[in-house]
């Protein structure tokens, strides 16, 4: 990948010289051809009239076109995914669709996000589940978190929660290899992913990883439009999750529109009216990130600029990083000797270079893209040793 291939495609992002983004695992930037597939999208439902027959025939277009986008970039069959507003409505799907029993046991590792873990307190609340902690986070450095899992699998365990990339230090989870260890615990266990950090980061075949239920957003690391995600489910564990939150999009109906029977694939998840002008702006986003490189590709690049960083950082000596050895995602997360994590995010937004501040383990994230240059890169590196010099 020649440097000059890589500056030229940045130019289709108008916002990305204005600052230095670090903050991918947040939000992505949008490329001016996706936020004017959004703009023309919206105007071409006004122009067709917003509730017409062609209107409702285009959304359907539209809404077709980002399922078969998503479900290419995910190895896995169009009618597997659900189409949602976000990670975490798609992980409320997977966690409220299960035919809990007293007694059941969830398990959760330690590094998910408070969304999720509000979630499965609310679960153990109105169902009496058992629920206890995979401790993950030491397995940073060394450790297996494969035999951490199976430790801590119990005989009434129905569903494990993680992340195949954590959000909070950067680690990628073994996941085909902790599916395979939980499946074979038990035909009653299933796997949710919180996936908000490996969509858009790694390569993915869904169909061979074999997790059953997947859930991601479109608006992170795809760099598409706020407001859209999904889920996936295994299609051979979709007729054991019920649907929870229900409406028009999720049935089918006789000649007289009464509901006989749930939508054939993952549309049984999906409700009623959303924002599909924002769709286009998915399905643009996937596509110019597929033309520019493949998915490994792609990858490779976000692992090359994350490792740039992780070197840099050690350089600093009143920097830490969190891992010991170079990050195998986009996430590069540190601590300061002073922990003054805040301030210098702070004083860092100032400056116009975006990073953000984490609570658990309390640090600084910087995420790198295969968008970011290694000037940024430096850009960001002097600026943390110009502020601990100050
Ligand atoms: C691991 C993880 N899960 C969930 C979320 C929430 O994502 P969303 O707003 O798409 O639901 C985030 C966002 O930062 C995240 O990093």
Redesign the pocket.
Same mark, same amino acid.
């Given at each position: 990948m020649t440097f000059d291939r890589i500056l030229t495609h940045r130019q289709e992002f108008p916002f990305l010289d204005q600052y230095a983004y670090f903050n991918y695992?947040?939000q992505g930037l949008m490329s001016r051809r996706a936020l004017e597939a959004v703009t023309q999208a919206q105007e071409t439902l006004q122009r067709i009239a917003p509730f017409s027959q062609a209107a409702y025939d285009y959304s359907l277009q539209l809404t077709d076109d980002l399922r078969r986008a998503i479900a290419g970039e995910l190895g896995a069959s169009p009618d597997s995914i659900t189409l949602t507003e =976000?990670?975490?409505v798609g992980c409320n799907i997977a966690l409220w669709g299960l035919d809990w029993q007293a007694g059941d046991h969830l398990l959760i590792t330690d590094c998910e996000?408070q969304?999720?873990l509000a979630i499965v307190q609310e679960l153990q609340h109105r169902f009496g589940i058992e629920v206890s902690v995979c401790p993950l986070l030491p397995t940073l450095n060394g450790g297996d978190p494969v035999a951490t899992l199976v430790s801590h699998l119990r005989p009434n365990t129905r569903m494990v929660v993680l992340?195949h990339v954590l959000?909070n230090t950067g680690q990628v989870l073994p996941l085909e290899q902790m599916v395979a260890v939980c499946h074979s615990h038990s035909d009653r266990v299933r796997i949710l992913v =919180?996936a908000?950090?490996s969509v858009g980061v790694l390569p993915l075949n869904l169909t061979t990883l074999g997790a059953d239920y997947y859930a991601f957003?479109c608006h992170k690391w795809w760099c598409g439009s706020a407001g859209v995600?999904g889920i996936y489910v295994r299609p051979e564990v979709r007729e054991e999750l019920r649907p929870t939150f229900i409406g028009w999009r999720s049935i089918r109906t006789n000649a007289q529109g009464k509901p006989i029977a749930w939508e054939g694939g993952g549309k049984r998840y999906e409700v009623a009216t959303s924002a599909v002008a924002l769709y286009p702006g998915v399905t643009t986003a996937i596509h110019v990130q597929q033309k520019f490189a493949s998915a490994v590709e792609r990858y490779e690049m976000i692992c090359d600029r994350s490792r740039y960083l992780w070197q840099q950082l050690q350089t600093i000596p009143q920097v830490k990083t969190l891992r010991s050895t170079p990050p195998e995602s986009g996430l590069v997360s540190f601590q300061m000797t002073s922990g003054q994590h805040k301030a210098l995010v702070t004083a860092l937004e100032a400056e116009g270079i975006l990073v953000r501040l984490l609570l658990d383990p309390n640090c600084v994230r910087a995420c790198t893209h295969y968008l970011t240059v290694e000037a940024e890169i430096d850009r960001l590196v002097g600026a943390i040793a110009a502020i601990i010099d100050r």
């Open positions: 695992g947040g =976000d990670t975490t996000h969304g999720v992340s959000w =919180d908000a950090q957003t995600g």
